[in-house]
């Protein structure tokens, strides 16, 4: 029946980690996928996560029923208020409906079904570049992709006057996607009066805006500042989607926990679109998986937990913060060719090097680093201990 089945390629990133693993080299480093290591390469799990999983397990109250459709309600609501904050007024006046989703890229995608059963202009605006499954998620729901400019190369940094060109000139009621914080490949994100007057112009010319908020917390080591420029937009009284994940910042990658909120004009409104996300998830997976999603609310809901939580999420971008910094200095050190300076202008767990194909190719060949191969550096990789390895590497590619 399948014989003539062509075989599809493997996407990028696992035939890095595929090149990765077989790799014999000890010294080996695999910098191209967004995972918060030990400084010995496992992937990190949470104290806090480890705390709830024990109490999970004691607890004989806590059966494995189905959840609803829409998932865990206790889990909605504090994500949402994670997101929003508990006093935001779309929250109050009942205009947000917010569904348990699997992870960021389930929430994008039933976003995406969404938007292309029930938002008249089927045209996606996406920032140049962006994260990698962003076009698949979007374009598989049938919606059409355009992009706007958003990072400028000679200057590492953010092609505020491009973006605003674009978006300014682009389809009137559009749907625009925005990084909430830490953009993913590039590491550059707007400054809050770049957000007003990217929210005024989105406001303006009326179109829609889809935030992505897959880093929350881990960029500027504060839930609430990461989280600024959805708030700006989900208190101007109008609409806008918001997709969240808890991979990176609870570290549940596997666990595919999280969600998408719709802030909408009434309750009513609210209510009406949360019965047609009923209809896209019921013939798509039913109703969502349960233990993310109580870890997640367990550690919400709880004052002590919340703060060991946060406690924790601050160390990890701290330490994001110190290996930027420290990668920097070592290149400086060595004198290697050319100004490293974007390294520690941009934020979050990416840096964008500038790097090119050949550079990144030596890189791997001779020196067995992994990294993308649009030159995206992940410190969720970088230990303090490897960063000289690095710094050699690249001084060896630079300088050749
Ligand atoms: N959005 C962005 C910008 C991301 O970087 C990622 C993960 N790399 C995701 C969404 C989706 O992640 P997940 O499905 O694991 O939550």
């Not at 890229?105 to 969404?114: D, F, I, K, M, Q």
């Not at 590491?187 to 179109?207: F, K, S, Y």
């Not at 549940?252 to 009406?272: F, N, P």
Request: proline share 5%.
């Amino acid at each position: 029946l399948f014989q003539n089945v062509p075989s599809a390629p493997d996407p990028p990133i696992y035939a890095t980690t595929v090149a990765y693993n077989k790799d014999p080299c000890p010294n080996k480093l695999h910098l191209g996928i967004g995972v918060y290591r030990t400084e010995d390469g496992k992937c990190h799990t949470l104290n806090v996560v480890r705390r709830v999983e024990r109490t999970l397990a004691n607890d004989l109250s806590a059966d494995k029923e189905y959840l609803p459709i829409t998932g865990m309600p206790e889990f909605n609501k504090l994500s949402a208020e994670l997101i929003f904050s508990s006093g935001s007024s779309a929250i109050q006046e009942s205009r947000v409906t917010t569904v348990q989703c699997v992870s960021g890229c389930g929430s994008l995608r039933l976003g995406a079904e969404l938007l292309a059963k029930h938002y008249p202009q089927q045209v996606v605006y996406l920032p140049e570049p962006t994260y990698g499954n962003h076009p698949n998620l979007l374009s598989a729901a049938g919606l059409t992709l355009k992009t706007y400019r958003y990072y400028d190369l000679k200057t590492h940094g953010l092609d505020f006057q491009g973006l605003m060109e674009d978006l300014g000139s682009a389809l009137t009621g559009a749907i625009v996607l925005f990084h909430a914080s830490g953009h993913n490949p590039t590491g550059v994100d707007p400054t809050c009066e770049q957000w007003e007057q990217i929210r005024r112009l989105v406001r303006l010319r009326g179109l829609f805006p889809f935030f992505d908020c897959a880093y929350q917390g881990l960029v500027s080591g504060n839930l609430d500042a990461d989280a600024q420029s959805i708030r700006m937009f989900a208190c101007d009284g109008g609409e806008c989607l918001v997709a969240q994940s808890y991979s990176k910042n609870m570290g549940l990658y596997g666990e595919r926990i999280g969600s998408l909120s719709i802030v909408c004009k009434t309750a009513d409104v609210a209510r009406r679109v949360e019965s047609q996300l009923r209809l896209i998830i019921g013939p798509f997976y039913s109703n969502p998986p349960i233990h993310g999603a109580a870890i997640v609310t367990a550690i919400l809901k709880d004052r002590e937990l919340y703060k060991e939580w946060t406690t924790e999420l601050k160390a990890m971008s701290d330490r994001f913060f110190r290996v930027r910094h420290q990668l920097y200095d070592a290149l400086c050190k060595r004198g290697t060719p050319g100004d490293w300076s974007h390294i520690i202008k941009q934020v979050g767990m990416y840096t964008f090097t500038g790097l090119n194909e050949d550079q990144i190719d030596f890189l791997t060949e001779e020196h067995h680093v992994y990294m993308s191969s649009d030159g995206r550096i992940s410190f969720g990789g970088l230990s303090s201990k490897a960063v000289p390895y690095l710094a050699d590497a690249i001084h060896d590619a630079v300088s050749r």
